[in-house]
C-alpha cells in the first residue's frame, strides 16, 4: 500500500498488453507518472499510443496489466480512478445538437456539479478556449480544432488532478495552442499531472519534464527528457530510436517527373 512518504504515481501502467485479433498492438507497457510531472508520450504512428492511454483511463479494457490512477485500480475501482482524471480520448463523441456552452454545463451538472458552478466553469472555460463567439454555433458544426478545444474543456471541467490528453495540440491554431500550453503548465506549477500524447518533438522538448518513446507496442525508451535526449535533440533520438530504414528513402520516380 502507498504510504504518505511514497505517494502513488498519478498514472501507472503495470504489463499492460492489448490484442485485436492477431495483432498484438500493446505489448508489456509498463510506465509510471510521478505526480506533478508533465509526461509526453510518443512515437510513430500505429505505434500504440491512443490504444494504451485508452487502456490507461478505463475506456478500452486490456488484455493483460493494470492501470492505477493516484493507486485506484482502474478496474477495480473505477469510481475512485476516474474522479481523478480528466480525459481527452482520440476521436471524442460529443452530443452533436448541443451548443458548446449547453454540453459543458450539462456534463458539469452530470459530474455532480451545482448550476451554479457549472454555469461558471463552462464561461470561463469558453472564454478562456476562445469559443465565446461560437456561443450559437451546434458542436456538429465546430471546426476539428473547435471540437479539440472542446474535448479538453470537458476533460478539464471536474477539476482533476490529472490529465490524460491524446494529441491536444492537434488541429489547435497557434494562438490557441498558446492559450493551452499556458493552462497546462499553470495546472502542473499548481500540483496537477498531465500526460499528453504528441508528434511534435519541440512541443514535448519544451513542455514536458518526463518522455516515453512507444514504438511498435513497446517502450522503447522512458525518462527525463534528458535521458531520452542523451545529447541530442529530442527529434533526432526519435529518428535514430525509431526511425530505422526511412532516411534513405525517397519520392516515388513517376512524382519528381
Ligand atoms: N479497434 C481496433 N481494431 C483493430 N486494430 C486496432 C484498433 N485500434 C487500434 N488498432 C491497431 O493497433 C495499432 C496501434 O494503434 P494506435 O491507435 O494505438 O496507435 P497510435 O500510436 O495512437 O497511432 P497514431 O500516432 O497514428 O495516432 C495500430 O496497428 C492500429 O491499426
Known amino acids: 500500500m502507498p504510504t504518505s512518504d511514497h505517494p502513488p504515481p498519478a498514472l501507472e501502467l503495470i504489463g499492460l498488453v492489448k490484442r485485436f485479433g492477431a ?3 500493446v505489448h508489456d507497457v509498463t510506465l509510471a507518472v510521478p505526480a506533478g510531472s508533465f509526461y509526453g508520450l510518443v512515437g510513430p504512428n500505429g505505434a500504440g499510443k491512443t490504444t494504451s492511454l485508452s487502456m490507461a483511463v478505463g475506456l478500452l479494457r486490456p488484455d493483460a496489466g493494470h492501470a492505477r490512477i493516484f493507486g485506484a485500480d482502474v478496474w477495480a ?4 480512478a476516474r474522479s481523478r482524471v480528466g480525459v481527452l480520448p482520440d ?4 452530443p452533436e445538437r448541443l451548443t458548446g456552452r449547453e454540453l459543458l454545463v450539462h456534463l458539469a451538472r452530470l459530474r455532480g456539479l451545482s448550476r451554479d458552478t457549472a ?3 463552462a464561461e470561463e472555460l469558453l472564454d478562456l478556449l476562445d469559443l465565446l463567439d461560437a456561443e450559437r454555433t451546434l458542436v456538429n458544426d465546430y471546426s476539428t480544432g473547435m471540437r479539440k478545444k472542446i474535448g479538453l474543456a470537458t476533460a478539464l471541467l471536474h477539476g482533476p488532478r490529472l490529465l490524460v490528453l491524446d494529441e491536444p495540440f492537434e488541429a489547435v491554431d497557434p494562438v490557441s495552442a498558446l492559450t493551452i500550453r499556458g493552462m497546462l503548465r499553470a495546472f502542473v506549477d499548481g500540483g496537477g499531472s498531465v500526460v499528453l500524447s504528441s508528434h511534435v518533438m519541440a512541443l514535448v522538448e519544451q513542455l514536458c519534464d518526463r518522455v516515453a518513446v512507444i514504438a511498435a507496442g513497446r517502450v522503447v525508451a522512458a525518462g527525463t527528457i534528458a ?3 542523451a545529447g541530442d535533440s529530442l527529434e533526432d533520438r526519435f529518428v535514430e530510436l525509431v526511425g530505422a530504414g526511412v532516411t534513405g528513402r525517397r519520392a516515388p520516380s513517376w512524382l519528381a517527373s
Request: glycine share 12%.
Open 23 to 25: 495483432k498484438t498492438a
Open 77 to 80: 475501482d473505477p469510481v475512485g
Open 91 to 94: 476521436g471524442l463523441a460529443l
Open 119 to 121: 454555469a461558471a466553469r
Open 227 to 229: 535521458e531520452v535526449r
